[in-house]
């Protein structure tokens, strides 16, 4: 079996190495510009070029070494039946919940005044967090982000998700539709965006989204930059819609210098960072699925071309 490694990690060896651990019949070749044609059965990939697909027209399937594959369904020369497989969880739930419990108690238990306190030598406690003051909401409730919701519920928080169908989770509320959109916003506070960047969900993070929120509110956008409406953020921020805004995906990455979400003293912003593909991992789960495969058995999260996730 030969497979490819496809992606700009400037370090591909550290992979191989472990994929040759983990699955050490196969052949295992990393891709590059000048690479003739292999004739390969897979490929793990990370944002391909197009190449590859004219190169490798006997691909079996791709693997995706990340959650989202919006970037690879955008390729106008993917194969349109060829089956693509994304990552599940594989070590980014734990962060993510890590990252979003983090950037929630900034707000909740007042972080920022306690550090402007200390510059200033002040001993004084902030009013407590009442966390039925802070319904949070996520917009979309997948693999990565159902262990924070959980963890969040544990904390006490009103917790409840809107997505395209209903989730069971032991006590969160679940809205699903475009009819019960507004009622889960009319409910969230601190509204968390972990959709799939798809042409319905594109530019869903928006003037007419925030004004359905409670006055106060704040986004944390974990998804896509493209869902959001940048300027529609800063309108809403500099109103007083929102609060604040904590963002760690945009829509050109690495964010342009001259970018005004830099200096914002609303935004907090991390660089991509809230739950990043981990080696050991990735290459446990995928492994284990090639040699799943291998023996003729199915294997699970397999991209639904049709809804783009
Ligand atoms: C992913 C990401 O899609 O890190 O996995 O954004």
New binding site residues.
Partial sequence: MKILFVSPDPKPQRWITLLQAALPDAQWIVWHADLPPQQADYALVWQPPAELFEREPGLKALFNL???VDALLRLPALPRTLPIYR?EDAG?SAQMAEYLLHQIAEITRSMPVYRQQQQQQIWKMQPPCRRHEWPIGFLGLGHISQKAARLLQLLEYPVSCWSRSPKQLDGIHSYSDDNELPAFLKNTRILINTLPLTPETAGCLNQSLFTQLPPNSVLINVGRGQHLQEQDLLSALDSGTLQQAVLDVFATEPLPAEHPFWKHPKITLTP?MS???LREETVRQITDKLKALAQGLTITGEVDRQRGY
């Fill in positions: 990340g959650a989202g990552l980014m991509h739950a990043p593909t």
